[in-house]
């Protein structure tokens, strides 16, 4: 009954690496988006996307980008990975209008735990 | 500016007993409220939401919230909390801005 899968549950990555997450969605959902969760800090969107090969910044996007080449794969893309990214990372997909259909819901993948050394 | 407030860091409950916990949002208008909650290890669950109507709403696992726009809140409440209900919950509103705004979180621990 998997619906959003994320390829990663930990990930360790050296400073300046570049760092490819993945996430899957079988559920042929429109919308894609990418949070970082911290504690203190709740969930915080880095970007979405509503179609494939379109985007849109979210609240943090700096230090990230995205890739949507297929519908049900979004990518979070960190160019140079630094410290301060270390976090935990959370996919999401919800068809069209997901968060405003109230006979629809968005659904979450496990999360990628990232250490950034 | 548009937010959503869980006041509580942290809550410990004892098993049997009940259970609320606080949301606050800051809008100009009626958001969409949401409640998920997230077990150790796992991504997150809808609860329940709430977008017009009934301002009490029944979700999930014996989860209720009840929104109350004088005060603009929606807390969520379970009558009698089990020990599989420690976890984290958050509260979240649609702004009309095409994006899910997440409070902090209140991480719940189930004392026996």
């Known amino acids: 009954d998997v619906k959003v899968t994320q390829s990663s549950r930990y990930l360790v990555k050296r400073t300046g690496e570049k760092v490819f997450l993945e996430c899957v969605q079988d559920?042929?959902?429109?919308?894609m988006f990418w949070y970082r969760q911290d504690p203190g800090l709740g969930l915080r969107l880095i970007y979405f996307?509503?179609?494939?090969?379109?985007?849109e910044k979210g609240d943090i996007p700096e230090g990230y980008s995205v890739s949507r080449e297929k519908k049900e794969r979004f990518s979070l893309i960190l160019e140079s990975a630094s410290t301060n990214q270390t976090s935990m990372y959370l996919c999401?997909?919800?068809?069209?209008?997901?968060?405003?259909?109230?006979?629809?819901?968005?659904?979450f993948g496990q999360g990628t735990r990232l250490t950034v050394v | 500016a548009q937010s959503v407030t869980q006041p509580d860091i942290h809550i410990t409950v004892s098993e049997g007993a009940s259970l609320e916990l606080r949301c606050n949002y800051s809008?100009?208008?009626?958001?969409?409220l949401f409640w998920y909650v997230q077990s150790p290890g796992q991504g997150l669950q809808l609860l329940l939401k709430?977008?017009?109507?009934?301002?009490l709403v029944q979700g999930i696992k014996g989860f209720e919230a009840e929104f109350k726009r004088s005060q603009s809140s929606f807390n969520l409440r379970k009558p009698s909390v089990h020990w599989s209900d420690a976890a984290e919950y958050f509260c979240?509103?649609?702004?009309?801005?095409?994006?899910?705004?997440f409070g902090t979180g209140t991480r719940l621990t189930i004392i026996p």
């Open positions: 999401a997909s919800s068809p069209m209008g997901g968060w405003t259909d109230q006979n629809t819901e968005a659904f």
């Open positions: 559920m042929d959902h429109e919308n």
């Open positions: 996307s509503y179609d494939v090969k379109m985007k």
């Open positions: 809008y100009g208008a009626t958001p969409y």
């Open positions: 709430y977008f017009s109507g009934d301002t």
């Open positions: 979240a509103a649609y702004f009309g801005n095409e994006k899910l705004t």
